[in-house]
């Protein structure tokens, strides 16, 4: 059974950095598109970051974009978050999102496999 594990969240003060990881077990990472997400109460779950197979094409929302680098380590079967300048705005719970043989869109409920997630509180 496909299981996904999030680390790395925490609180940190605004313009700080927090760098998220997500280990996967049960699957090759090489055959599932992952991505992360967040959310906070209240609100739906929003993407924000999609990194391919090929660790070569990364899409990011616009509000992280040049802030947040995405990556994976296929090897180790792991996906990370590198945030800096961390805004209060970035505070919200982070999950980790896997599905296999394709790269939908960042709705959520394109998704099939999701970490219980990690929470990150940015405080101004």
């Known amino acids: 059974q496909v299981q996904l594990a999030e680390s790395g969240g925490g609180s940190v003060q605004s313009g700080g950095s927090l760098r998220l990881s997500c280990v996967a077990s049960?699957?090759?990472?090489?055959?599932?598109?992952m991505a992360w997400f967040r959310q906070t109460p209240g609100k739906e779950r929003e993407g924000v970051a999609r990194v391919l197979p090929d660790n070569q094409n990364t899409w990011y929302a616009p509000s992280v974009k040049g802030r947040f680098t995405a990556s994976r380590d296929n090897n180790k079967n792991m996906l990370f978050l590198q945030m800096d300048s961390l805004k209060p705005e970035d505070t919200a719970m982070y999950y980790c999102a896997a599905i296999a043989n394709l790269c939908p869109d960042m709705s959520e409920s394109a998704w099939t496999h999701w970490g219980q997630g990690t929470q990150v509180t940015v405080s101004s």
């Open positions: 049960a699957f090759t990472a090489s055959s599932y598109c």
